[in-house]
């Protein structure tokens, strides 16, 4: 990928980032090749992998500025890209750097082992990179899933992390939506995946992330399109999909430990969830002790993509914060 210049982002750190800097390379670089003092014009290029056991997990650092800052590592939603943080990382880029994991691997034909792995174990693989990176302290924060994966890592790696940023996190076990518990279905759910328009399913986030699917970004949308067009990640998904949690599991450990967590937490609420259980914001509100809850009544499941101006400010003063 060709170097893109990051002075646009110093002059104009609001508007939004070029797509082309969401884009990750199939090979892509190991995480032991960056560095901070190198210039952001050629390492926000550039996509970078850590190994895994058998496998790799790539993700980019994106830098307005040769000026290291504390570092955000955002994990985005199910079967998504983090290119769903487009919209708020201009504002995010004025207080902090961006570290972005595509923890499913989509991007990189090595990275997801076969048979996926549990919500544990991917929580503890991304937790590699801000090692590999160097970085003594990072905050952390995710969309759905994402935010479920954050505040698991959080648990596990309080040492690690300071602040925890989360939109409409998938926290607590619920009922499965019906396409999940249909695609978990043996024969039946291959099929799915296999004959399943990447159309369909970027519609489909649309349709359950925003209250106005209209309001979604076209580049994004085809970001997400591209995303799911090969069958391998279609079945990656599945591997996911099959892992989540349904009822009482390992989940149930980490949502003892929440409620004695250090960090501030910022939640960013959509009100219009369709896909997280009805209650979910009142139980985030009783479970997380120092925590600044922003509700939206107008915004649904992703409101970090479907309103970022108003998210994204919200967000940088919270990082901001002494």
């Not at 390379?25 to 050629?42: I, L």
């Not at 544990?120 to 905050?139: E, K, N, Q, S, T």
């Not at 986030?205 to 391998?232: C, F, Q, W």
């Amino acid at each position: 990928m060709e170097p893109v210049a990051v002075s646009n982002l110093n002059h104009n750190i609001h508007h939004l980032v070029p797509m082309q800097l969401f884009k990750y390379d199939k090979t892509g670089y190991p995480s032991g090749t960056f560095s901070f003092r190198d210039d952001p014009d050629a390492t926000n290029a550039i996509t970078y992998y850590t190994d895994v056991g058998d496998w790799k997990m790539p993700f980019k650092v994106l830098r307005s500025s040769a000026r290291q800052k504390p570092a955000l590592m955002l994990l985005h939603g199910l079967g998504l890209h983090p290119a769903s943080f487009r919209g708020i990382a201009g504002h995010l880029l004025s207080v902090c750097d961006l570290v972005l994991p595509d923890y499913t691997g989509f991007t990189s034909p090595d990275g997801w082992p076969e048979g996926g792995v549990s919500l544990r174990v991917l929580a503890h693989a991304i937790m590699r990179i801000p090692v590999a990176l160097g970085l003594d302290r990072i905050h952390i924060g995710g969309s759905s899933l994402g935010g479920g994966l954050s505040l698991m890592a959080a648990v596990d790696f309080p040492n690690l992390i300071d602040r925890i940023v989360l939109f409409n996190p998938a926290v607590f076990p619920q009922a499965l939506p019906s396409f999940y518990r249909l695609v978990r279905v043996p024969i039946l759910g291959p099929l799915i995946m296999l004959f399943m328009s990447p159309k369909d399913m970027a519609c489909g986030v649309a349709t359950i992330g925003y209250v106005d699917s209209s309001h979604m970004d076209d580049e994004l949308r085809h970001m997400y399109h591209d995303n799911m067009k090969p069958a391998v990640n279609r079945f990656r998904l599945l591997d996911l999909i099959r892992h989540l949690p349904h009822g009482d599991t390992e989940t149930q450990h980490y949502l003892v430990h929440t409620g004695k967590l250090p960090q501030d937490v910022l939640v960013i609420w959509g009100q219009q969830d369709k896909l997280l259980a009805a209650g979910t914001d009142e139980r985030l509100r009783q479970s997380l002790p120092h925590l600044q809850f922003h509700n939206f009544p107008d915004l649904s499941h992703l409101p970090h993509e479907e309103s970022p101006n108003r998210i994204g400010p919200i967000v940088a003063r919270f990082l901001a914060e002494k």
